[in-house]
């Protein structure tokens, strides 16, 4: 319980860093730290296998790609421009009725807590075989779909004429 | 321990996310802002899984996808900047305006 | 009562137990006995992991040296030059700790723990024996590989940061060899994992009771793991990110003093945590001859493999960059795919 409360104030610190820091570098770190408390909530609701694959893809791949692209295209010494608009106001407020209209409308539902009590075994087995077996369609568009993006992000960033 | 913390807790950071992507002038900062926005759902659904216990636990296997999409929508998203950078020298969103005039 | 056949896992298992009957007759919470033992255990770890660097030092220099025909280091506290490695520690911890002044400083100071620390955390889930392990999780392997791939954001890190062309083409060398490699490395364990119908490193301990899995078809991802593994820590024939004669020294160019020792350090427990898992995974970990304690056989074990990848640092050239990619993602990927493949048909084959 202390454990999740602290996992939750990091993740939203880390969220705000992320969306108001100047430097680009450090939002792309700060959204690591966020990505991997985002992973202790995982983990301390019973989804152990999520939490793993959320460390695997976002913060060894994802995270990593986003710094491979912040590299090619910025410096160090160009860190210090102004990073946000001038719709600066306009979002904050914007944000929070989004914020507050979600969660008035989570209140109003009424929702029937039944608690899920994880196998001690661990998600991973029921996890597996619920993809192939009740999920097997989904899970075969989306390797498509990842099969789809990688020929397109090659395609993309790849060098012309050679 | 409830649900209603957690969709609140998702909340925030799902206005933080929409924060990000409307005022950010860099593009990568935008694709950030995207995960921001993804991981709120994700919390929502595992969150929704433990204390509501939804059929075949979707809310495990749910997130399992949007990690995948998310990973697809980084590549491309990516591979769409630089490939911009490479041609008109930016990432800043408002300079980017060749099909404007 | 310690029965005969005494290992450090059966001392540490009856020690718990103890513990358990006095915290029982004294009344102490739950709470506290478990983070004592675990805080024990950490303690224990963290000696462990300082105790292994300094072999590990040692033994890269003698073993090399041996393999050139030289001694080594000979003099420094006597007999064969054993404590130059301490030596040297002093000296990382006395010099000058600079940053150079270009440098993003927070992210220059905050990468070497971000190296570090992830090293850190695989350390829990290996089984040095029996009863001698951290926390005995349901992903425990998935978990080694998961912190594992934090390394590549230090390494990033320490690359942009320092504000200078060598050690940003290192880190993004760097990178982009261990995001390549970690596929084929997840996937040379996952035929090891098929086996077994298991991720925790207990269950693949004792399934390799009776034979290991080398001598089984994984063979194949044994061989896969070890070139993905050397591949993973950086090590030659693949220490491309830190080419001395291409990069000066990598991405660790521009750090001195403890903060460089870090990168150093991190770069010999993964080398372990490497080892280690090779051994847990297709040696049988802690099984051995009965008369051999179980962390004994297992550390045995583990240090095979870490001379085999010093072996391989003094017997091939290094390679060329895009020869590094090719053979990574045309070569290693697809054999570890039929590797899988193949494991399926042979477990189907044995059911």
Known sequence: MLLLLLFAAIAIIAAILVVSMKNIMHCALFLALFLLSVAGIFFCLDADFLGIVQILVYVGGIIVLILFAVMLTSRVSSALLEQTNEQKGLAITACLLLASAITAAAFRTPLVTSF??????????????LLLTVYALPFEIASVVLLVALIGAIVLAGKKGE | MMLLPFIGLSAIIFA????GALTRR???GILMSLELMFNAANINLVAANKFLNLENSIGIIFPIFIITIAAAEAAVGLAIILS????IKTVYVEKINIMKW | MIYASQSLGDLWNWLLQQFAELCGSLGIPEVIR??????AYAVGLLVFISLTALVMIYMERKVSAHMQLRYGPMWTG?????SQTIADMIKLLLKEDIIPDKADRWVHRIAPIVIFVPSLIGFLVIPFDKYLIGADLNVGILLVFGFSSIAVLSIFMGGWASNNKYTLLGGLRSAAQMISYELPLVLSVLGVIMTVGSLKMSDIVMAQKDVWFLFTPNLL???IYIIAGTAEVNRTPFDLPEAESELVSGYNTEYSGLKYGFFMLSEFTNTFIISAIAATFFMGGWNGPSWLPGIVSFLAKTYLIVFLLMWFRWTFPRLRVDRLMDFGWKFLLPLSFFNILMIAVWVLVKK
């Open chain 1, 116 to 129: 899920y009590t994880a196998d001690p075994e661990g998600t991973t087995r029921s996890t597996g075989e």
């Open chain 2, 16 to 19: 933080i996310g929409i924060y």
């Open chain 3, 78 to 82: 006597g007999w064969h030059g054993w």
């Open chain 3, 221 to 223: 991802g044994f061989i």
């Open chain 2, 26 to 28: 860099n593009a990568i």
């Open chain 3, 34 to 39: 478990y983070m004592v033992e675990k805080g």
């Open chain 2, 84 to 87: 911009l950078y490479r041609q």
